[in-house]
């Protein structure tokens, strides 16, 4: 079974909660995500989301020279970005709440019957 | 100031700079916009710099599959950047088809009326198709074996190209001898000028955000690129004096005599421009001495669709030449030299920024 669906739709909202808690910028948010267990499943993904939230206006970015050198991104939430956060975790909820007594009713089942 | 993000690769070592390159030739066999590509390996050589330097493994940040992580990282990039892509090519397509074209007006001087000149368009259309398709197959091909072998480079990719042209070429001069389309001059310069016209408008409307920021002045653009040809002038010169057993020039002597060599360049652009709006009279006082009045002011008009873009053309270039000379009269003024003045420049526009310096 095909999970990558799956994980590209959390993945969107998981990068816009992380960047609701404070400013923040690809590398960080990057680390941040491998830290959760995301590591190898990003693969380019990143950017196309940061993009697509951006068009959305759920987020701006403001340009700020590196101390490498080259010029960053940093990445700040809006409000729209709020609200959009607000109905995702809704809607997260409610999903995995359901999936949940899909997916391991028959694991109670046999707990129960054992 | 302007800066790309190739001043940085330098400071890229081992599998970061291999990977980058791959990367960077990948987006750049998407034919992006240059905009776009900037930004987007900008924003990639910031991180790859950050993961260097705190000793991640590259494959932190792209995963096992450069060709997938390619793929994903290009796919951001969203449909009107790829029709700005498309339209810049198309642009440079007709002004080729407009230079052709006015080179056909010459026929004017051997009495032909103008409403009777036609353009043998078959070459630019054979030429452009093959083009086409040649830079999609091999786009194609490219991008697929470029993750398959290690080798494939950009020295390739440049090769490959090279051979794209000569196939281009050779089309180009087989349609020109066997093959022609007839078709009025003027109805090619009208067409090529409309879509110039459009092209300009939608650019300052629709693509705007895909633009430079304003806030980079166009003298902070020509600072890089005037600074670095007047360095090669200098070390030349003194190179020469000191073979000569003579003094080397300082840089505020250099400066003098860079202001006196530049002091007619105003004359020059207004020359120029004046022996460019001739040629459009020139052609108008012709047209109208053999045509009607309705003729002559629809050729003027026809003509002037083309006049208008290599009027901008023209004149950004006359920009860059002014603010030399104007530059130079000030440093003179000023008992400043020219290379002092441009890194005071330099740091006042850092200074006056929009982008701040991050403190970590």
Known sequence: ?114 | MLESYVLYKKKLEGQYLETFDKIELYSITRSLDINTHEELMMDLIDVFLTAQKNGKSVKNIVGNDVGSFCRNFCSGIGLKNQIKGFADSFKRITWLILIFCIIDLFSLFEGVSYFEIQSNIMPILAGGLIGIILSFVFGAIFKTLMFRFKKINMKIYSIGLFICVIIFTGSFIFATNKLSINVFNWEIILASGVYLIAYYILRKVYFQKLMKPQKIRFSDMVIEEIQKSWHKIITNKNKRLLKKGKEPLTSLEFTKSMQKKHRFDEWIVLVGWSIFIAIYLGFGIKVGLESKLFDTVMFMIIVGVVYIPIAFFIRSSTRSIIWQKKTLDICVQEKIDIFTYIENKKIETENNDFVEVAGD
């Open chain 1, 1 to 114: 079974m095909d999970d990558s669906q799956l994980l590209k739709g959390i993945l969107e909202g998981c990068i816009l909660s992380i960047i609701s808690r404070n400013e923040t910028y690809g590398y960080e948010i990057l680390s941040e995500l491998d830290k959760n267990g995301f590591s190898n499943l990003l693969e380019g993904t990143l950017y196309p989301i940061l993009s697509r939230l951006e068009n959305k206006g759920c987020i701006t970015c403001r340009k700020i020279k590196s101390p490498f050198g080259p010029i960053r991104k940093y990445y700040s939430i809006t409000q729209e970005g709020e609200l959009t956060l607000e109905s995702f975790l809704e809607n997260y909820e409610k999903v995995t709440k359901s999936a949940q007594q899909i997916l391991f009713e028959d694991k109670k089942g046999d707990l129960s019957n054992a």
